[in-house]
């Protein structure tokens, strides 16, 4: 089953770029990987997805290696209001349906 | 607007009593989810159910059951409500497995005095 390992915190400063990497070694071919946002006394909501290079929306960049065993959210020019708990999740097609998140990154973004 | 909406944003049971919460999706989604979130330990998967009537074990499924007679609601019930099922629960979604997002619902706050 792929499992996923993330820092588990990280403190930075508004304006700066925030880079969270998630290790997923057992990640299988046809697996995704996607990133969650959770602020608290929320539920997580979606903010990317990829397969494979890396892929950009509006608000963060995925990069993913050629060995797909790592994948690294890129955060631009942070805000305060980034403050929240980045989860990586890997979607792992052997297991079904179960999606089993990590512990995920809490990331304070400083003033 | 796709909407997971979970009954109750806060309950408070006694040792004991049978507790019931729901969860209600609007997006046609096949899959359906249970997680319990604890300070430090992340999200854990409770149950999951892939279709109507189907249900398969998470990672942590002693003391729950679940139940999904209807592909829109997917309820969990902890037949013995215990001090250790305190936490928050969160309900999420989506289409069948593949590339699609899961949609979480706000959350429930269980306190089990």
């Known amino acids: 089953l792929a499992k996923t390992t993330q820092p588990i915190s990280m403190d930075s400063y508004e304006g700066q770029e925030v880079n969270i990497t998630c290790s997923h070694n057992n990640i299988a071919t046809n697996d995704y990987i996607t990133w969650y946002q959770q602020f608290p006394s929320q539920g997580p909501r979606f903010i990317i997805q990829g397969y494979k290079t890396k892929v950009t929306n509006e608000v963060a960049s995925l990069f993913i290696p050629a060995d797909r065993k790592s994948s690294t959210l890129s955060l631009p020019r942070v805000s305060l209001s980034d403050t929240a708990v980045y989860y990586c999740l890997v979607d792992d097609k052997a297991a079904g349906n179960k999606l089993t998140f990590g512990g995920g990154t809490r990331v304070l973004v400083k003033p | 607007d796709v909407k997971v909406t979970q009954s109750s944003r806060y309950l408070v049971k006694r040792t004991g009593e049978k507790v019931f919460l729901e969860c209600v999706q609007d997006m046609d989604h096949e899959n359906m989810f249970w997680y319990r979130q604890d300070p430090g330990l992340g999200l854990r998967l409770i149950y999951f159910?892939?279709?109507?009537?189907?249900?398969e074990k998470g990672d942590i499924p002693e003391g729950y059951s679940v139940s999904r007679e209807k592909k829109e609601r997917f309820s969990l019930i902890l037949e013995s409500a215990s001090t250790n099922q305190t936490s928050m629960y969160l309900c999420?979604?989506?289409?069948?497995?593949?590339?699609?997002?899961?949609?979480f619902g706000e959350g429930s706050r269980l306190t089990v005095l």
């Open positions: 159910s892939y279709d109507v009537k189907m249900k």
């Open positions: 999420a979604s989506r289409v069948t497995s593949g590339t699609g997002e899961l949609f």
